[in-house]
């Protein structure tokens, strides 16, 4: 059975290969910018690509932030993906200090300067390993002990 999915337009981000992906499992997907429609959405997806601040400032100039968080506070699940899932955080703190949705408590920060020097390269880039610590409906169906593609300077900081 198909389920119905509001994939957000922000202005900046993977749209397409998101969209692609949704209908590849199946999905009806509604491709929006408009307010109004994310409010009434019954799942979100907000994909993202670009720094925090910027997209936080444009997601508020098209009444976005809003309509999320009335969506997601009458129980509707939301998908943060790459700046998308930042965004779900506190605060960002890509190129100055940013408000963010503030549905997950935390920031978004940047790997600390001594990662460098124990051998670390950053950006993150490429695949690697992933143990899941606990279980969550997100990852039904993935193989524990797999491997995941990793593309970040930042992390999220609970």
Same mark, same amino acid.
């Given at each position: 059975?198909?389920?119905?999915?509001?994939?957000?337009?922000?202005?900046?981000? #993977?749209?397409?290969?998101?969209?692609?992906?949704?209908?590849?499992? *199946?999905?009806?997907?509604?491709?929006?910018?408009?307010?109004?429609?994310?409010?009434? *959405?019954?799942?979100?997806?907000?994909? *993202?690509?670009?720094?925090?601040?910027?997209?936080?400032?444009?997601?508020?100039?098209?009444?976005?932030?809003?309509?999320?968080?009335?969506?997601?506070? %009458?129980?509707?699940? &939301?998908?943060?993906? !790459?700046? *998308?899932?930042?965004?779900?955080?506190?605060?960002?703190?890509?190129?100055g200090e940013h408000r963010g949705l503030?549905?997950?408590?935390? %920031?978004?920060?940047?790997?600390?300067?001594?990662?460098?020097?124990?051998?670390?390269?950053?950006?993150?880039?490429?695949? #690697?390993?992933? %143990?899941?610590? %606990?279980?969550?409906? &997100?990852?039904?169906?993935?193989?524990?002990?797999?491997?995941?593609?990793?593309?970040?300077?930042?992390? !999220?900081?609970?």
């Amino acid at each position: 059975m198909a389920v119905d999915v509001i994939l957000i337009d922000a202005g900046t981000g #993977n749209l397409r290969s998101v969209h692609k992906a949704l209908e590849a499992v *199946g999905a009806r997907v509604t491709r929006t910018a408009d307010p109004d429609v994310v409010r009434k *959405g019954a799942r979100l997806v907000l994909p *993202g690509v670009g720094a925090f601040g910027d997209f936080m400032a444009g997601m508020r100039q098209q009444g976005l932030e809003e309509a999320v968080l009335e969506a997601v506070g %009458r129980g509707a699940p &939301l998908l943060g993906i !790459c700046v *998308g899932m930042q965004a779900l955080f506190e605060v960002g703190e890509e190129m100055g200090e940013h408000r963010g949705l503030g549905l997950l408590p935390g %920031r978004v920060v940047a790997f600390p300067a001594g990662v460098r020097e124990q051998g670390l390269k950053i950006p993150h880039t490429g695949w #690697n390993f992933v %143990r899941w610590v %606990r279980k969550n409906p &997100l990852m039904a169906g993935l193989e524990d002990g797999g491997y995941a593609y990793f593309n970040h300077s930042f992390y !999220c900081a609970p």
